[in-house]
């Protein structure tokens, strides 16, 4: 899986509009798990998930422009849809890059069924752990088949609870 080491050459890593800087000393992303998330729900340890992405917002509750309250609602969970109903600015969501700790730690099933029978290797590798979207794109454009073959291919994607109940 050597492909997997492309996204770490840089500090910072790209995943649509959102950045997160890698804050671990070891240069990795650190991955939390849902149930670790949810212990982080009150006004002196809120952490949010938005995007996949884990943000501790403690110091950032007092200063939201949309008031504490909000945040809290949210704090220990997934505040995506939140975020994105409110039509965040663009400041708000560079901003984001501060408060970001690490991102959620996710199972993978790669489905290769429709190219299971011809050339696709792939359905050796059935489950990966601690991938991200960013990952999912960058094996996603390293898979060397012809297109036809690529787009038969589905990521299938769970929180790792949801997996193992
Ligand atoms: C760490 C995550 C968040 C950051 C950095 C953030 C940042 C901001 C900023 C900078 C504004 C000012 C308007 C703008 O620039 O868009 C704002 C407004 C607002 N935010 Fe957030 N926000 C976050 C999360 C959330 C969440 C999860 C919710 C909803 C549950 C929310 C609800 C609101 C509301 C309702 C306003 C509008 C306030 C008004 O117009 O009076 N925000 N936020």
């Not at 849902?34 to 950032?60: G, P």
């Not at 939140?82 to 993978?108: K, N, P, W």
Request: proline content about 3%; aromatic content about 8%; overall charge negative.
């Amino acid at each position: 899986m050597g492909r997997s080491g492309k996204t770490n050459d840089s500090k910072t890593r790209e995943d649509g509009n959102h950045t997160c800087e890698e804050t671990p000393e070891d240069g990795g992303v650190k991955y939390y798990t849902l149930e670790e998330v949810q212990t982080h729900n009150m006004s002196k340890d809120a952490w949010l998930i938005i995007h996949e992405k884990v943000y501790d917002i403690t110091s950032f509750l007092e200063e939201h422009p949309g008031g504490e309250e909000v945040l809290l609602e949210q704090a220990g969970g997934d505040g995506t849809e939140s975020f994105e109903d409110v039509g965040h600015s663009t400041d708000a969501r560079e901003m984001l890059q501060q408060y970001c700790i690490g991102e959620l730690h996710m199972l993978v099933d790669l489905l290769a069924d429709s190219c299971r029978s011809s050339c696709c290797h792939w359905h050796h590798v059935p489950l990966l752990h601690a991938r991200t979207p960013a990952f999912l794109s960058t094996i996603h454009q390293g898979l060397d088949y012809p297109n036809h073959h690529s787009t038969a291919i589905a990521f299938r994607v769970w929180r790792v609870e949801e997996h193992s109940k």
